[in-house]
Every structure is written in C-alpha cells, then in structure tokens.
C-alpha cells in the first residue's frame, strides 16, 4: 500500500541540476549515482549530505568527443541545499583511476524546464 | 565579468579547445600562464591565437616565475615586466613569498601554501602585500587533485588566509590552473566552492574586479609617473 501525498505545505522544495559530463571511461547511470553520492559525503560529510535528497532523474548520453565521453544528467537535490550540491559534483575528479569531470550547466525548478539545458 | 588568471598555458590546439571550453561556461577573460623558459616561444602564437578566438573570449598571458632563487625572480621580472600583462611568482617557500610580497613589480604571489604545512602567510607578509599591491592567488585546481586529508589541509590553508585577508584587505584572486578540459568549471560552480570554503558573494566579486585591476594597471603601466599618478591623452 502506498502512502498517502503529503499537503503541499509538507512536501520538500526540490532544484534540478543539469549537469554535464565528461569522462575518459564509458559510464552508464548506474555509476553516475554512485559518483554523484560519494562526491556529496567526501565534501560535505554524511550528516549535511542527508539534507540533499539526492536524486538522478534523467541520464543522456551524448556523442563522443575524441579525447572524452561526453553525458548529460538531470539531478534532484533540495531548494536550500543547490550550492553545496554543486560545489560537492565540481570537485569530482576521478573514476576508475581515470579523469572524469561534473560540471552543473543549468538549474530550474521542474524536470521539464532543466531539459531545455540538454 | 569573470576573469581566471591562470590557466596553463600548452600547444596552440591545446589551448585554442581551453579557450572555446572556457568561453562556453561563461568566463569572459582568460589568461594562459607560461614558465620563464617557454615564455618567448608562447608570445609567437599569441595573435594566431587570439584571431582564430575572433573575439568569443578575451585572453592574454601571464608569465609564471617557478624558482627557488631570490635573485633570480628579480631578474626575470625586470626582464619580462614590459612584455607580460601580468607576472605571477609560484610560492611556497617562505623567502620567495616575502621577497614577492616586497616586490612592486610583481602582480600575484601564486600559492603561497604549495608544500607547506601552513598558508605560508603571516600579519606581516599580509602588510607587505597591501603596500606593495601584490595579489595573493588561491587556485581550484589545489584541491581539485588532491583528496581527503590533503584536500582538508589545502582547504584550512585558504581559510586562515581568508583571515588575514578580511583584516588586511590584500588584493586576493581566485583562479582555476587548468591543465586540461576536465578542469575547467562553469563559473557558478567556482563561485559555489569558494562560497563553501567561506568567502562571501562581495568578497568573491571583489576578487575578480582584483583581477581586472591587474590587467587594467599593467595595460596602463607605461604611462604612470608615479604612484597614482598617470599620464592620459587629452587628445581623446
């Protein structure tokens, strides 16, 4: 059984980050995910990382450059929470022993308005 | 307006794809910084570099002085002053950041913390910068490549600099030393890390306008007679 929606008043405020993507490896989402949470507990530690509520919502995959692989991303995370969010992506570095690297190209308010950034 | 002074400067390619890179995640002027030794050579494709750009983004060198040795700084700054927009010394070891900071001639102290188990900067050096107008350079790139400990070290370091800088009020610019494209940020994302290291919006806006200053003091440096005081054409 599903839990009943909470009032509008309740619920948390969310931003969607757009996010780009390069990295020397292949990724699928999956990986992403994991980037995305343990980039937020190295910098901002497990205690402020559980205010975020972290989410990938979309994943595309992009045509390769030669020197990287090149994705999009659209991530949830909470309204007061954007610039620690994306301070914690900035500082991604590596993934599998290869350069990988996240940088945050849009912000909105709705999953449909960030995918005018992709 | 958005400003990094320091991006490493490499082959023509190489920095033409920095440059695009840079220009699409907003930064507006860039500088590629060159050691000493490869200076002369990078000056050669500096206007091929700037025309194949065709005006997307302002860029300009730095000259980048990499050397133990007091004496030596002095002499290639001296040598390089009129040929260089901006003259930046990597610090570290604490007699080349003071003989910096004494220094009128040079614009930024690069680093000062490189190495150190501390900022490599007291009240006093602070005082010394204020006087001699030198810029205290903070780079992205530091803590971007380091991690855990490391990173934490790095990133204390800049607050106790942060410190002496709300006391002092020294010119202090922020830069990302980029090698490569996965070093480059949008500018949103520089400002939010340097939000989250403890500098505030003014301050981080300061330190841009700090780097503008530099580029617009040097570009004028020909025609000040002295301190304050510049020779303008009144023909205009």
């Known amino acids: ?9 309740l619920r948390k405020n969310n931003r969607y980050l757009t996010v780009e993507i390069k990295s020397k490896l292949p990724i699928v989402k999956d990986d992403l995910v994991s980037i995305v949470w343990d980039a937020c507990i190295r910098f901002q530690g497990e205690l402020n990382t559980s205010n975020f509520n972290l989410w990938v919502m979309r994943f595309y ?7 990287y692989c090149s994705y999009k991303a659209i991530i949830r995370c ?13 500082l991604v570095n590596m993934h599998k022993r290869e350069r990988i690297s ?11 308005a960030s995918q005018k950034y992709i | 307006m958005f400003f990094d002074l320091n991006i490493k400067g490499n082959s023509f390619e190489n920095n ?3 440059a695009i890179e840079a220009s699409k995640y907003g930064w507006n002027h860039i500088n590629f910084s060159y050691n000493q030794d490869d200076y002369s050579n990078a000056l050669e494709f500096k206007n091929d570099l700037i025309g194949e750009l065709n005006e997307r983004i302002a860029l300009d060198y730095t000259l980048e002085i990499k050397s133990n040795n007091i004496n030596e700084i002095r002499k290639i700054t001296n040598k390089f002053r009129s040929k260089s927009s901006c003259i930046s ?15 009128v001639k040079i614009d930024v102290l690069s680093r000062p913390y490189l190495r150190r188990y501390d ?19 903070l780079c992205f790139r530091d803590v971007l ?92």
């Open chain 2, 16 to 18: 033409l794809k920095l």
């Open chain 2, 89 to 103: 010394v990597v610090g570290g070891d604490l007699k080349v950041n003071r003989a910096t900071l004494e220094n």
């Open chain 1, 61 to 67: 995959e992009f045509e390769n450059d030669e020197d």
């Open chain 2, 145 to 236: 490549r380091s991690y855990l400990t490391h990173r934490s070290k790095i990133i204390s370091n800049f607050k106790d600099i942060y410190t002496l800088y709300r006391k002092y009020g020294f010119p202090l610019i922020l830069s990302s030393r980029a090698e490569s494209v996965y070093d480059i940020k949008t500018t949103q994302d520089f400002t939010a890390f340097f939000k989250q290291t403890g500098l505030s919006d003014e301050e981080i806006a300061k330190s841009f306008g700090d780097a503008s200053n530099i580029l617009e003091f040097n570009a004028n440096r020909s025609n000040m007679i002295l301190t304050g005081v510049r020779r303008i054409d009144d023909a205009s």
């Open chain 2, 119 to 137: 900022s490599g900067i007291n009240h006093v050096l602070a005082k010394e910068a204020v006087n001699n107008n030198v810029a205290i350079e």
């Open chain 1, 78 to 90: 909470q309204r007061d929470y954007v610039e620690e969010v994306r301070s914690s992506l900035a």
């Open chain 1, 102 to 112: 996240i940088t945050t190209v849009g912000l909105s308010g709705t999953v449909k």
């Open chain 1, 1 to 9: 059984m599903r839990l009943k929606v909470l009032p509008p008043t």
